[in-house]
């Protein structure tokens, strides 16, 4: 059997999110487990993660494999709905979908319900994604509060664009604003995903929706998940499937990109861009061989890379080999692939198994 594998550690789920409700105690827990889960699987996520208050889905699809995989907690529709066709499973499974825009308003109050729905308002306060515009967060609450088919406005929402960077200013700029234009209006306030709910205190309000830190990652620039005590979730690993010893001049996979520079031992990893590791990370980013730092050289392909074995002349294939997680963290791969680590997690590919610890 192939060795690539994801190993997700459900323990250091729930480890990560009690980490959340330490850093945010006066808060319910919204997790945010989207896209698969991040790429961990959502149905294992929801499951591991029994002990959150409720769970924060994009779409209609996602919250439907939850409600028939038996999980009974709130379900938040992030972006609302995307058509009126979908208000009525909304309304038989009780989700609650955050109310964006005057287009979702106006098929809210058309609509023909079998029973009025809990919403969300979604306030833009400056991200200017989704969400009415500030000045019409009051009238946008009215309408709602008064339409036929909502049975509750369970208060405000908004996101914030910078919370990642603690010396960015604007995150104190949304925070005032949002406040000043809800004030007075009844219900919760919900502010925070993981970067504000660790960096900014004075976020979280009611409701915090932590996505990224639940699966063990940092959400500060240029931060790892270990600075706040969280655990990786997934360690995305293989195993050596050839060793080669080359002579010098010796050229490496595709294009010949790796040139040996004296005879030298290289690896060959059974992963590759077919997986999920990304083609363009250059030469020199660490790999895990025997719980060992070497680097890797050539092009990935899609079912394989190479590895500078020279520290390690006695490897053997079947050694084993971890890309990013335990030991390796997924926020240095992400910088050096010049990408963030939410996306290296969610672009995992279907082929590669996942196998459960810690459960
Ligand atoms: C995905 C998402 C989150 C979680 O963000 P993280 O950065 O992963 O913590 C929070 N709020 C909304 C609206 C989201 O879509």
Redesign the pocket.
Known sequence: MRATQVVIDLAALRHNLARARAAAPDSRI?A?I??NG?GHGMLRVARALEQADGF?V?CLAEALQLREAGIRQPIVL??GFFGADELEAIARQHFIP?IHNTAQLELLEQAVLPAPIAVWL?VDSGMHR?GFPLTQAQPAWQRLASCRNVSAVVGC?T?LAN??NLNDDFTARQLADFRRHTAGLPGER?I??????LGWPDSHAEWV???????G?S?LLGGRGGQHGLKPVMTLRSELIAVNHLKRGEAVGYGGAFVCPEDMAVGVVAAGYGDGYPRHIPNGVPVLVNGRRVPLVGRVSMDMLTVDLRSQPAARPGDPVVLWGEGLPVEEIAEHAGTIP?ELLCRVMPRVDAIESGG
């Open positions: 919204l945010a989207k896209a991040y924060g994009a992030l972006e955050a979604k989704l929402m996101h919370a990642d919900s925070a995903n993981s970067a504000a709910l929706r932590p996505g990224i830190m639940l699966y990652v959400p939410y």
